[in-house]
């Protein structure tokens, strides 16, 4: 123990000894005990030392005050007076600066040489100096007499005779042999390891170590003294003229041993001595037994004081420090310079080391360890056990940790320049000095065979075990050279080298012809011959003025001749050409080459430069070439070892933080993990090194053991085929930075130079056990420091990133993790974390396709593993991007690739690519093998916020048992809080309210409001998905979403079916109508599908980011260019000019422009409308109600409907823009969730649709109908006040007028075009959506669209195939519906569609829409009509509805990239190409649809039908190629024979003469005119006769076997007589008459047949005549005109019609609101009926008649019969139209007659003539109503 005050120099302290015994010590010797003290010299003390003089080292240049941590003990030693030489020299030895044991066998050899040779006395030492005076005696042994012991009395007399009497001490005298010891190893005995197992002779003389360069023999001691000395004097004059560093350590050891010997003697044996010990400890050794010839070590250490051991370097500095100025009085004041390495141990373990031992660590010791081969992807981990370090090393000052990259470090001692890759020391010379030491230490076994050929070792030492002695030398040789390529291929150089080829000398003597040997010589001299023989021969004969006169050269071989002469001269005169040529001297004469069989000789062991025996050669290839200037070829090159670099090691190495708690001086006395991620391929070497020369022994003793470390190398094993490897990839995009406004992942691989890594990435994990959890510390307590963040200004940079993307192996973002670092190995992480589930391959059941019903996927998981994160951000910082813990909802980080990728794909192929940025991967961005990590839409992150809880989810496919694809990721934020301070700490009252509101509370602060942690908890969740889940995500290949799409097919196939039977068995009529499935399907999916029909005869400088932004920008806004004059050129088709461009008739040009601009306008607000829903089906709200906003949309459709059927006035006008809506808003179903979502909307659609279409829509326009009723009846039941006769009866009129056009619109053939129409719109909108769907993938970038519903490309492939498929499935679900409808309500879908096809097919013109529009058809529905629903019709609503979804897809394309049409100035010329283009494109197709090319059988598009237009042609045809099913073939065959019947032919011509005759012109084209018809004649006058048949409804010619369906011979007679009539075209006057008699006429036929329904419906029960009430078959109703029955009341309100709206007004539904609001009906029985009649006839006696017609009475009724029709008495006015007519057929009828006198009969005649002709009507009614039944 230490008592008392060690600072008072005079007090007496209390030294306990031992046991009960003290001492009493004074303060100075109590400090020297202190100081030897080992508990205080293991117990470190922070001081601070004061700096006064200029810093020479860098990193403290300027610092006035230093910190330092020094011994306790020292403080104590530095008070201790005494000169303890001993404890610097055990400093000195601890820090390698002095070998005290190899001094120790150094001077046990020099003194066993002394004593066995020594012929001399020993020196005369002086008195204060232990060294010769120069003048006189030195008389030591007189001061000392018991300083030494000389050798014997005879030495020690002669030493200094005067010393006798004194007493001299003395030994025995000389030996020459010293025995063995096994516990002592002394000067006199025990072995030194030089000596073999037979004793060293020392009489003999010995070979010495003379200088590091120099081995040296010498005889005796005295000629070794003299020569050590002389070398050491020598020395040290250069030393002290400062040419020299040090003494070389050989000469100092001799010359120290050797001044021990002289000062000490004998008495050396007692002083200087090696014990054996059972401990191994910093200052003992391992010295083999040899006594015990075994392989075992005994260690040995010194059991005396080490004073006797000099040091050269004893109170130097130790190596790698320097003084702080100068002054210096301990060594604690010496500084590491931390630019020299003194010892490097690898930290590789052995599993990886070939050798376990540690390396030596003399200057220019290289790094031989084997380095750490790491492929792409490889994560090394490596954990170093610092735990148990010396307390007072420390890290960066004392040691540090380096990576070298594909190279080594420069050898021990190197100091390298900062600024150049060049060596501040060892200078060059050195250099080649430690090369040459190499190639001395390291030598390879060779063979040569006699005759100088190598031959293989082991093949020489089977020829040698086969052949005898004697024959041996003969034959083979084997010897060992310097291994040059060994040596060559380590750093001794500092700055690159090339060496060309080497080869080691072969020495050859030669047997010359005297029986005598040649000199030996370097074997090479053969080739040197050869090439001087060649050289000398060609100069010979090229006549050199130096030869001239000789005859030199033999002509014949082109060489020189045997002149000696020519010899003399060229060694003369010509021999320096050669020389400066070749680099040598050529031999004099010619060698034999005979290989000297010496292996002594051969290896030359002791050359001092063996790099001087080798032969320097042109090139490997060429050996036989040797070497000439500027000719030669590198073998070898090596970068300068000053080139190789340390790799920048993570944050927490260059930084140190005193660890209070366990009193070291920094925190790496703890397990240290490094990770390596390997980028490329390397090679690295990881090595420890020793920076202070103090700590040599400390730092060899714990890292020399090799056992420190665990290494331990991850490779991706479990994502893919283990043959191909790989491992899925983070993709960051650079456009996602300047997209999002945030700022760049700080984890992103920059160097120290801001660009990116080149090879690999260095971590160092906090949580060591993460990444060797099977690791166990050697220390009791393991020190775990918290993760050190990265300083911000060394992770943050600029985020004008160059680069557009990369790939990393890691997760950008989430950095500074426990157990990873900065850089998260997706590989890693997900395979060896401890909490992951990992299952073996066997037990592995991947996801098959087709197992719908297999069990869910057995694979790997990690479900919620936690690990703590610091946020290395300023998160209280304000930025203007926003940091990625602050995204918003949806946003899209980052990428994974779906696929694991091979290292192949992510390494470089060629030099313009690099690591993470080749081809391959670029491949994979933007499209469906990159999945995006999305922030959650419900959990994001909030400016000035961040999250406590992150939580990244991953989902997976396990495809194969080996092969994984990635599917899914997403990003959640909880736990946030808000890094505002609080008010009381100055935080903004505005941000803190926001968040409030939000309910982000602010973050933990400290006392002075600082964030107390900024860490976060990352948790990870990573599983397979099952069946059902990669369904819905499009993970299986296109065949299994078929069978999916078939059972949906078939799903809403049952649903029709369902609706059809449903009807089928509750339809209330009688004869319901046969099912037409099959044929109904065709008659409405043909027109769609066959689009055309009788095309083809059955014959027959700015960045790129910008110009990539404009590219988009102006490919947008041709679309819209496009959109627009789409819809502009099929607006003219649409509303077409009639004839020749003129307009309809009643229809101006202007009203026609104006329709069209009508129509342009509506479509574009119908396109905002369409658009502001398309960006509304981006939100959240959407997706979210996707089902109830579908049922929306079907109710505001069907309201569109009626609207736009309301504003435009003709439903194909409103069609397409309804097929624009149903497509638009198909598309939006692809905002659903996902796919599932996205069935289930399309089942919800098809299911509304047929809602819709069966009771809805239907419902909805019983509703409009009706409407007008209910108002009446509701106003009539409010207003009940009493009214006026004349308003009651205004009332009734005006709601009869409501019911009959209620009556109208309710029956007839609307409701069935309207239903049509609904199912062509639905039809055509579906077909459009697969093109609407491609158009998505191919502009999928541009528009954006997609991927805001989050679908990327391949997704929408599916999507696409999808549409597709379920179009003939649609087919047969709307078959199905059309014949539920028929069942419904009676509408004959099939008829009607089969009709339409027949017209259309036999239509009059090419544009169907040029026809004659049908009257009887609502005038809304004429045009959509006179399409006949073909496929003109549906060409007309794709087109249409194409120009609306390019122009809005154009449209969505510039609102994404925020595009000004008027700011780019290249707009107009988009405008102008597009426009020409379309234009042009256009025009060549109406070119090439008008007209045949027969070559190529081209019969252009939808050409007339000629010879066509006959019903019983179509029947025939039918039946001739078997269509329609078996059963239906009979009826087809009835309806032909029928249709061949003239009985049924006249029946039908009777009741559909006004349509036949009105649409007749439709029928005959102008071709088919001008040919031939049936009877030989003209076809126009064959047409003549039809359409007088059809006036006259006669009969046409009978056929064999027609029945006789008439018994009267005369209506045979008076039909020939009108088949004999003249056809002579009318012309002039007549022409007139008759076009203006048939326009009345068929006027009139009109609008009788247009009210003849309504006039049915208004039949009362009653008779207004007699008002009596009868039976419903015996009322008639009729028309009434001034309140009486009148025949004629038709015709006086066509004359008021025409009167209030012109002759020229013929629109049928003006004509029947015109009759609802004027006609007055009567009802009438046939009593009254006949009464009337009667009354007619009598008033009609008084008429006048022509004589020639007149009939006497005794004519009977038959002939009565025969009369013509009674003719009315016509009144007229001359002025009218009608009176014109009549007067001007008048006129031509007296014409005709040949002269302008007509008979006029009296009024009487006229009278009776009208009579009779009455007579002859009535009994024609009579025979009519009660006699035969009319068809």
């Known amino acids: 123990m230490l008592a008392g005050e060690h600072e008072s120099t005079s007090s007496t302290n209390a030294y306990y000894v031992g046991g009960d015994s003290f001492a009493l010590l004074s303060s100075h010797d109590t400090n020297c005990k202190a100081a030897t003290l080992p508990s205080l010299q293991q117990r470190f003390k922070a001081t601070v030392k004061d700096v006064q003089n200029e810093n020479s080292i860098e990193y403290l240049d300027g610092k006035e005050k230093v910190p330092t941590a020094i011994v306790e003990a020292t403080e104590f030693e530095e008070m201790c007076a005494r000169d303890d030489k001993s404890f610097y020299v055990d400093e000195a030895m601890r820090r390698k600066e002095c070998d005290c044991y190899s001094q120790f066998f150094t001077l046990a050899t020099v003194y066993r040489f002394w004593k066995c040779t020594s012929r001399l006395p020993l020196d005369d030492l002086g008195l204060a100096d232990a060294s010769i005076p120069s003048l006189g005696r030195g008389k030591r042994d007189f001061w000392y007499p018991d300083s030494r012991v000389h050798l014997d009395q005879h030495l020690a007399i002669k030493m200094d005779p005067s010393m006798q009497p004194y007493g001299l001490n003395y030994g025995e005298g000389q030996a020459c042999t010293f025995g063995d010891s096994v516990n002592l190893i002394s000067l006199v005995e025990g072995r030194i390891p030089h000596e073999s197992n037979e004793h060293v002779d020392y009489s003999s003389g010995i070979s010495l170590q003379f200088t590091s360069t120099n081995f040296t023999a010498f005889r005796t001691y005295s000629e070794l003294k003299l020569q050590i000395r002389e070398e050491y004097g020598q020395e040290h004059e250069q030393l002290q003229a400062g040419s020299r560093d040090n003494i070389d350590p050989f000469v100092y050891d001799l010359h120290a041993s050797i001044q021990l010997i002289e000062q000490f003697g004998q008495k050396l044996e007692h002083l200087v001595y090696l014990q054996a010990t059972n401990e191994t400890s910093t200052k003992s ?11 075992a070590s005994n260690s040995f250490e010194f059991s005396g004081s080490l004073d006797w051991c000099a040091c050269q370097d004893l109170l130097k500095c130790p190596n790698g420090t320097v003084t702080n100025g100068e002054g210096a009085t301990s060594i604690e004041e010496c500084i590491s310079t931390k630019d020299e390495v003194l010892h490097r141990i690898s930290l590789l373990p052995p599993t990886v080391l070939s050798s376990t031992t540690s390396p030596p660590t003399l200057e220019g010791t290289v790094d031989d360890s084997p380095s750490l081969h790491l492929e792409p992807y490889d994560v090394a981990v490596l954990t170093i056990d610092q735990s148990m370090l010396p307390n007072n090393l420390t890290y960066g000052e004392h040691y540090r940790i380096s990576v070298y990259d ?25 250099q080649y000095e430690h090369l040459n030491q190499c190639l001395k230490d390291n030598r390879k076994m060779v063979c040569l065979l006699a005759d100088g050929t190598s031959e293989d070792v082991e093949k020489c030492q089977k020829i040698l075990n086969e052949t005898d002695a004697s024959s041996r030398n003969q034959q083979v040789l084997i010897f060992s050279e310097p291994d040059i390529q060994t040596c060559l291929s380590r750093p001794y150089f500092c700055s690159h080298s090339e060496w060309n080829f080497l080869t080691f000398r072969r020495l050859c003597q030669d047997s010359l012809p005297n029986g005598k040997l ?39 071989q082109s060489v020189c001749t045997s002149n000696p002469l020519i010899e003399d001269i060229i060694r003369d005169k010509l021999i320096g050409i050669f020389e400066s040529d070749n680099d040598y001297v050529p031999p004099v004469a010619r060698p034999l080459g005979q290989l000297l069989m010496s292996t002594t000789m051969q290896e030359n062991i002791r050359h001092n430069n063996p790099l001087e025996l080798f032969n320097t050669w042109q090139s490997p290839s060429e050996t036989g070439n040797l070497q000439k200037p500027g000719h030669s070829q590198p073998w070898i090159q090596n970068d300068g070892c000053c080139e190789c670099r340390s790799h920048p090691m993570p944050h927490f190495f260059h930084s140190s933080h005193i660890v209070s708690a366990s009193g070291y001086p920094d925190d790496k006395h703890q397990p240290i993990q490094i990770t390596i991620s ?27 053991t090799m056992d420190k470390s665990s290494l331990r190398i991850h490779y991706p094993k479990r994502f893919a085929d283990e043959s191909i490897g790989g491992m899925w990839l983070s993709i960051v995009e650079k456009s996602t930075f300047d997209n999002l406004d945030l700022d760049l992942p700080l984890n992103l691989p920059f160097s120290t130079d801001n660009d990116i890594e080149s090879r690999l990435l260095l971590d160092r994990p906090s949580n060591h056990s993460i990444g060797s959890p099977k690791f166990q510390s050697l220390g009791d307590v393991t020190v775990l420091s918290d993760t050190t963040m990265d300083p911000f200004h060394l992770v943050s940079h600029d985020s004008r990133w160059s680069h557009d993307f990369i790939a990393l192996p890691y997760l950008p973002f989430l950095s500074n993790c426990d157990g990873y670092d900065s850089h998260i190995s997706l590989s890693r992480l997900l395979e060896e974390h401890p909490d992951c589930q990992t299952v073996d391959r066997d037990k592995t059941v991947p996801t098959r396709e087709y197992s719908f019903w297999g069990k869910n996927p057995i694979s790997d998981a990690c479900l919620g593993i936690i690990l703590k994160c610091t946020y290395e951000e300023k998160v209280t910082e304000t930025r203007s991007n926003l940091r990625w813990f602050e995204a918003s909802p949806k946003s899209k980080l980052f990428y994974i690739t779906r696929d694991p990728v091979s290292a192949q794909d992510f390494s470089p192929v060629s030099d313009n690519e690099k690591w993470g940025r080749t081809r391959a991967l670029d491949s994979l961005r933007n499209s469906y093998d990159a999945i995006p990590v999305s922030v959650d839409k419900d959990l994001a992150g909030h400016r000035h916020a961040i999250p406590k809880h992150v939580e990244l989810e991953l989902k997976y496919y396990q495809v194969t048992k080996e092969r994984k694809r990635f599917v899914e990721a997403n990003l959640f934020f909880s736990d946030l809080c808000t890094t505002q301070a609080p008010r009381n700490f100055g935080g903004s009252h505005d941000i803190l309210d926001m968040m409030n509101e939000r309910g982000i509370l602010p973050c933990d602060i400290d006392i002075n ?3 107390k942690s900024q860490s976060y908890n990352l948790e990870i969740h990573y599983y397979p998905l099952p069946w059902f889940d990669l369904l819905n995500r499009f993970e299986f290949n296109q065949g299994i979403y078929f069978v999916f799409y078939t059972l949906i097919a078939l799903v809403i196939c049952s649903i029709g079916g369902f609706v059809y039977g449903t009807n089928r068995i509750l339809t209330k009529l009688r004869h319901p109508p046969r099912f037409m499935g099959m044929s109904l399907l065709q008659l409405i999916s043909r027109p769609q599908l066959e689009g055309m029909r009788g095309a083809w005869s059955d014959k027959g400088k700015i960045d790129a980011k910008t110009e990539v932004h404009n590219s988009m920008c102006r490919l947008g806004s041709a679309l819209v260019v496009l959109g627009f004059f789409t819809l502009y050129r099929t607006t003219q088709v649409l509303i077409p000019n009639k004839t020749g461009g003129s307009t309809p008739q009643g229809q101006s040009e202007g009203s026609l422009t104006s329709k069209r601009s009508h129509f342009l306008w509506i479509s574009l607000v119908i396109e905002a409308i369409l658009m502001c829903v398309w960006e509304f089906s981006y939100s959240e709200t959407f997706k979210n109600n996707l089902f109830r906003f579908k049922v929306l949309f079907q109710m505001v459709q ?23 809506i149903q497509m638009a808003e198909m598309l939006i179903t692809c905002g659903a969730h996902n796919f599932v979502d996205f069935t289930l909307v399309f089942l919800l659609e098809v299911a509304l649709n047929v809602f819709q279409r069966l009771l809805l829509y239907p419902l909805i326009k019983t509703i409009t109908v009706l409407w007008p009723r209910w108002k009446i009846l509701v106003s009539r039941a409010v207003n009940n006040r009493e009214l006026t006769i004349e308003a009651k009866k205004q009332r009734e009129l005006e709601f009869k007028s409501v019911n009959e056009e209620i009556e109208l619109r309710t029956e007839g053939i609307e409701p069935l075009l309207d239903s049509l129409s609904i199912y062509s719109m639905e039809k055509t909108g579906g077909m459009l959506l697969p093109f609407m769907c491609l158009l998505l993938i191919l502009l999928y970038r541009e528009t954006e669209m997609a991927s805001r519903y989050n679908i990327n490309q391949h997704d929408l492939l599916y999507y696409c195939t999808f549409a597709f498929y379920m179009i003939p499935w649609m087919s047969i679900v709307d078959s199905l519906v059309l014949s539920s409808q028929e069942l419904l309500y009676g509408w004959r879908m099939h008829d009607y569609l089969s009709f339409q096809r027949w017209r259309f097919e036999n239509r009059a013109n090419m544009w169907n829409l040029l026809s004659q529009k049908d009257d009887g058809v609502s005038r809304s529905l004429q045009n959509m009509d006179l399409l006949c629903f073909s496929s003109q019709y549906y060409f007309i609503l794709t087109l249409i509805s194409i120009g609306f979804g390019t122009n809005m897809l154009g449209l969505t394309i510039c609102l994404r990239k925020r595009y000004n049409f008027l700011a780019d100035p290249v707009f107009p010329l988009v405008v102008a190409i597009v426009i020409l283009l379309s234009e042009l494109i256009a025009r060549m197709c109406i070119l090439i649809s008008n007209n045949k090319v027969d070559a190529i059988c081209w019969n252009g598009i939808w050409r007339v039908a000629e010879g066509k237009g006959v019903m019983d042609d179509v029947i025939a045809a039918k039946l001739a190629i078997g269509e329609g099913r078996q059963e239906d073939l009979e009826e087809e065959r009835h309806d032909l024979t029928a249709l061949n019947s003239d009985s049924f032919r006249r029946k039908f011509i009777d009741k559909n003469r006004p349509w036949i005759l009105q649409h007749l012109i439709q029928l005959v084209t102008p071709r088919s005119l001008q ?11 064959y047409i003549r006769d039809v359409y007088s048949d059809l006036q006259t409804v006669g009969e046409g010619k009978r056929r064999p076997g027609d029945a006789d369906v008439s018994s009267d011979d005369s209506s045979d007679d008076e039909f020939e007589m009108r088949r004999q009539w003249e056809r002579t075209p009318l012309d002039g006057s007549r022409l007139l008459i008759a076009q203006i008699w048939l326009q009345k006429a068929r006027k009139r036929r009109v609008f009788t047949s247009t009210i003849s329904g309504i006039i049915d419906k208004r039949k009362d029960d009653h008779c ?26 038709i015709d006086n309100l066509i004359h008021l019609f025409e009167d209030n709206y012109g002759p020229e007004e013929c629109s049928p539904d003006l004509w029947k609101a015109f009759f609802r609001k004027h006609a007055l009906f009567y009802t009438i029985c046939n009593d009254c009926t006949k009464k009337t009649h009667k009354s007619s006839r009598v008033s009609a006696l008084h008429k006048t008649m022509r004589p020639e017609n007149v009939s006497s009475d005794e004519e009977t009724d038959s002939q009565a019969e025969e009369d013509d029709a009674a003719m009315e008495m016509i009144i007229f006015d001359p002025a009218t139209t009608e009176g014109t007519m009549l007067s001007r057929w008048l006129c031509a009828a007296r014409d005709k007659l040949g002269d302008n006198t007509y008979p006029r009969g009296s009024v009487d005649s006229t009278h009776l003539y009208l009579e009779q002709l009455r007579r002859k009507s009535d009994r024609k009614a009579r025979k009519k109503e009660f006699g035969e039944v009319d068809i």
Not at 541 to 547: D, G, H, I, K, Q
Not at 678 to 703: K, M
Not at 1571 to 1581: A, E, F, K
Not at 1671 to 1677: A, D, Q
Request: aromatic content about 10%; overall charge negative.
């Open 1198 to 1220: 069907i309201l569109l409907d009626l609207i736009l059927s309301s504003i435009m006035g003709d439903r194909l006008l409103a069609a397409p823009l309804l097929v624009s």
């Open 1009 to 1011: 409001g600082v964030i």
């Open 285 to 295: 050794i391992e010295v083999v037994d040899w006594q015990s010839n075994s392989t």
């Open 518 to 556: 040649s000199a030996i010589y370097d074997c090479a001299d053969v080739h040197r011959w050869e090439v001087y023989s060649q050289w000398r021969d060609k100069l010979c004969c090229s006549s050199v003025p130096e030869l001239r006169g000789i005859d030199s050269c033999d002509e014949v």
């Open 1664 to 1689: 207004h005549s007699c008002y009596q009430t009868c039976s419903y078959e015996s009322l008639t109703v009729g028309l009434a005109w001034e309140g009486d029955y009148s025949t004629s009341a």
């Open 406 to 430: 594909g190279c080594k470090p420069c050898p021990l001692r190197y100091q390298c320049s900062t600024e150049t890759s060049s060596c501040l020391d060892p200078p060059v010379t050195k």
């Open 678 to 704: 390997a980028l490329e391929t390397v090679d690295v070497s990881i090595a420890i090194e020793l920076l202070h020369g103090r700590y040599y022994a400390e730092f060899n003793d714990y890292f020399g």
């Open 1571 to 1581: 040919s031939t018809g049936p009877d030989n004649r003209p076809l126009v006058d």
